[in-house]
């Protein structure tokens, strides 16, 4: 059997300018070292993005394809973009709609589209039955209360969380997955950790958020991040939770093939 730890990067985004050189090879690289499935958010107001996305989730059968329209992007979100939504889920181009949400530490985009965005999309995933992937920075009561107000039920992942205990455990009561990125690896990151060994372990997954924050040690060093890197992330988990990272890696693999089932490379899901 393999000796290193089986796990998933629930965040990655292989379709930036930054892994033109070598999208193959980050994720080969990655496969390499023990991770068995990456979900790549692809963002409809990039025209580069899905086209870059699908190429990936083509070749190789366990990178998952997402798609949706960006907090950051809102201002440029129509309602076309919900209706290409509709088509690429019907057509089993993508496992997810997202990253969606809402960004109030950036502000890129004037809230009231990001709200407007965020509501659309949450709408379709529940008519496609697809989980939505949410990115919240700074805005987990509205993300809540966009959440209640579409009555959406069909969970999905709380991806790269920093928000607090009450957003998460709102959250979990409906259902959504939190995950943690190489934020969790921070020295400053003291109330994100206690937040993270409250997760239930059944809910709990691990992410990149490539090339962005490269986890410690790599952080600092102007190093692009990549799904490899995500081991560290699970190892600073692991040892918050008192777990061994073999059991940290077992149970975010399953959680996360418990919401997108992909196809078995090392038989223990
Ligand atoms: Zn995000
Ligand atoms: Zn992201």
């Not at 059944?202 to 490899?228: C, F, I, K, Q």
Request: net charge negative; proline share 6%; with cysteine.
């Amino acid at each position: 059997m393999n000796a290193t730890p089986r796990l998933v990067d629930s965040h990655a985004h292989l379709d930036m300018p930054e892994f033109d050189a070598d999208r193959a090879d980050v994720v080969r690289r990655a496969f390499g070292a023990g991770v068995a499935a990456i979900l790549c958010p692809a963002d409809l107001t990039r025209p580069a993005s899905l086209p870059a996305i699908a190429a990936l989730a083509g070749e190789f059968p366990t990178v998952l394809a997402a798609a949706g329209v960006h907090a950051h992007q809102a201002k440029d979100f129509t309602p076309d973009h919900l209706g290409e939504l509709e088509r690429l889920a019907a057509a089993g181009a993508i496992r997810a709609i997202g990253e969606i949400g809402l960004d109030y530490h950036y502000d890129f985009s004037p809230r009231q589209a990001q709200a407007e965005a965020l509501r659309g999309q949450l709408a379709v995933a529940a008519k496609a039955g697809l989980p939505a992937i949410i990115h919240s920075r700074l805005a987990g009561p509205d993300i809540i209360a966009a959440v209640v107000a579409e009555r959406y039920a069909g969970g999905g992942i709380l991806h790269c969380f920093t928000e607090d205990w009450a957003t998460a455990r709102a959250l979990l009561d409906r259902g959504f997955f939190v995950s943690f990125s190489g934020i969790l690896t921070f020295p400053k990151a003291g109330a994100l950790r206690e937040v993270a060994a409250r997760v239930p372990e059944d809910r709990l997954l691990v992410e990149t958020d490539s090339p962005y924050l490269a986890p410690v040690p790599y952080r600092g060093s102007g190093r692009r991040n990549e799904p490899a890197f995500v081991v560290e992330t699970a190892r600073v988990l692991a040892g918050l939770r008192g777990l061994s990272l073999e059991a940290l890696a077992e149970a975010t693999t399953r959680n996360f093939a418990a919401l997108f089932p992909f196809e078995k490379t090392g038989g223990q899901c």
